[in-house]
């Protein structure tokens, strides 16, 4: 049965964790039977891994972006993905009355301005992943309809050939992982790094691999340059193999506004250290599903990873208890939430 034209905006550069969850939602609705168009920039990565999708229609478009406005008179619901779709959306309703959510990811500060205000209370509903980024907008008004839903873990899969190999490759290694943009700003790599300098000390066999780049990446490797415990692996397609070699994921952020890679480390069983700060506390609740440090804190990151490689009892913990609410987090959950968002909005 065809359903309802949900038009989604995302003109984000590259593909990160608000993309891979507009991904995720995308190909649920598909199978749902929603008709669906997503407007991008030129050269998206999200346009490219979403082709062949059913019923989906991807425009790639210029800026400015509002020169394409009368492209989008035909929809149903927009739904924006990310902050400049948000401008957009506010800007093809004041044209088109056509009805607009937001999904927010992240827990930056927003500006108290009047084109803000009006961006957020002019949405039908304002979507947020944690009670951090509910905060933040409930500074900027009380006239915000906002619903909290949490992204979902990724349909990551597994190639067990290069999984047996990457064992190998890291053989009688305990292997801490972290995966993230290197941007110390945001993801706060840099006290993970210090900390593993006394780690390589005390726990010689305890090793680092970072997934990801990112401007800080050559900084990084200065900072590392005297060490051995480290490896810089790059991006990778491949994250599921290496969540599987994993020992302990440490997550440092500075600020976040979920951290959606931690459900798919929880979904594998692997504990958990990160930061106290955004909506990491939504998810993790120290001593009982993972262990939370304060952030900018290499001396707690450093004891947090003691205690795990210690105690393989509490590991074990943990782990299971992270593990027994994931379903919650799956993306069929997230679309069933989504799904009652645009339901609403259409019998009004």
């Known amino acids: 049965m065809q359903r309802n034209f949900i038009t989604h905006l995302n003109f984000a550069k590259g593909f990160r964790g608000g993309e891979r969850q507009t991904l995720l939602l995308i190909e649920e609705l598909s199978k749902r039977g929603y008709r669906q168009k997503i407007f991008t920039r030129v050269n998206s990565t999200l346009a490219k891994r979403l082709i062949n999708i059913e019923n989906l229609e991807i425009i790639k478009i210029k800026k400015p972006y509002i020169f394409n406005i009368s492209l989008f008179k035909n929809s149903n619901i927009l739904h924006a993905h990310e ?12 044209f088109y009355k056509i009805p607009y959510i937001i999904t927010r990811r992240v827990d930056n500060s927003i500006k108290n301005n009047f084109f803000n205000k009006q961006i957020y209370e ?9 009670r951090a980024i ?9 006239n915000i309809n906002i619903q909290i839903i949490p992204s979902a873990y990724s349909k990551l899969t597994i190639d067990q050939k290069e999984s047996i190999n990457l064992k190998k490759r890291f053989k009688d290694k305990f292997i801490i992982g972290n995966i993230g943009e290197l941007d110390n ?6 006290y993970l790094i210090e900390a593993m300098k006394k780690l390589q000390i005390n726990y010689p066999n305890i090793h680092l691999i970072l997934l990801g780049k990112g401007k800080d990446e050559l900084r990084y490797k200065e900072q590392s340059n005297q060490l051995s415990n480290i490896t810089f692996e790059g991006f990778v397609d491949n994250v599921k193999d290496y969540i599987q070699i994993f020992d302990i994921f440490v997550f440092p952020s500075l600020n976040e506004g979920l951290g959606s890679i931690l459900f798919d480390i929880m979904q594998a069983k692997v504990p ?44 074990l913990k943990i782990s299971q208890e ?3 609410d994931i379903e919650n987090f799956s993306y069929i959950k997230m679309c069933d ?12």
């Open 83 to 94: 902050t400049k779709a948000a401008q957009v959306a506010y800007l093809v309703n004041l």
């Open 122 to 130: 002019n949405s039908s509903y304002t979507i947020v992943l944690s």
């Open 134 to 142: 509910k905060n933040k907008l409930d500074k900027i008004s009380k």
């Open 185 to 190: 700003t945001h993801k706060g790599q840099y």
């Open 272 to 315: 958990i250290i990160a930061s106290n700060v955004g909506g990491i506390p939504d998810i993790i609740q120290s001593n009982k599903n993972g262990i939370l440090v304060e952030s900018k804190d290499s001396d707690a990151i450093y004891y947090a990873i003691e205690n795990l490689y210690l105690d393989q009892n509490l590991r």
């Open 322 to 324: 992270a593990y027994k």
């Open 337 to 348: 939430r989504y799904e009652n968002i645009y339901n609403k909005i259409t019998v009004q």
